[in-house]
């Protein structure tokens, strides 16, 4: 089992697509084992968007992640980090794929409804920005097998 981040960006939280979101990563046979709402800074935008602060674009992504409090999600399930990523789609909403969040909500390479985290490395390296020891808990659904099996 793996586990991944999931950010629910303010322009979801506007547009209230919260629910929209979540709901599809529960059908899909994912568990939520983390969530909480907090209000993103400068400094740890900087950190998570590193690979980006010196695109002509990103004053423009710390503003808009800055716009209202996020929804930050880790997600458990087999090979979690690509099957959330898979379902994410490409970064921007009109070349995403229709079936996938990006490509049914979204038409803004910006404004994109979520981040996902894009490798196991970069997955634990953003859990641990994101949550403290404590706020992830480990349980297993009842049902757990009707997902999985037989593998
Ligand atoms: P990803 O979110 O699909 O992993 P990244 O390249 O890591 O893509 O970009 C992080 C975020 O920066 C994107 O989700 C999007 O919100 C924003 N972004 C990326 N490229 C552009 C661009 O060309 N214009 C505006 N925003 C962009």
Redesign the pocket.
């Known amino acids: 089992m793996e586990q991944t981040l999931v950010i629910i960006?303010p322009v979801a939280v506007h547009r209230g697509l919260i629910g929209e979101v979540i709901t599809r990563f529960e059908r899909k046979g994912l568990f939520i084992i983390g969530m909480k709402m907090m209000q993103l800074d400068e400094q740890i935008l900087r950190e998570h968007?590193a690979?980006?602060t010196s695109?002509p674009?990103f004053p423009?992504?710390l503003k808009?992640?800055m716009a209202t409090p996020v929804i930050v999600m880790c997600i458990e399930g087999k090979d979690a980090v690509e099957v959330v990523?898979l379902m994410?789609g490409?970064?921007?909403g009109r070349k995403a794929l229709p079936g996938t969040i990006?490509g049914d909500l979204s038409m803004?390479?910006?404004?994109?409804v979520?981040?996902?985290s894009?490798s196991i490395d970069n997955a634990k390296i953003e859990l641990a920005r994101f949550f403290k020891p404590g706020e992830i808990l480990a349980y297993k659904p009842s049902d757990f097998r009707f997902y999985y099996a037989p593998d």
């Open positions: 960006k968007y690979h980006l695109k674009f423009d992504l808009s992640m990523r994410t490409a970064t921007n990006r803004s390479g910006q404004e994109n979520v981040h996902a894009d």
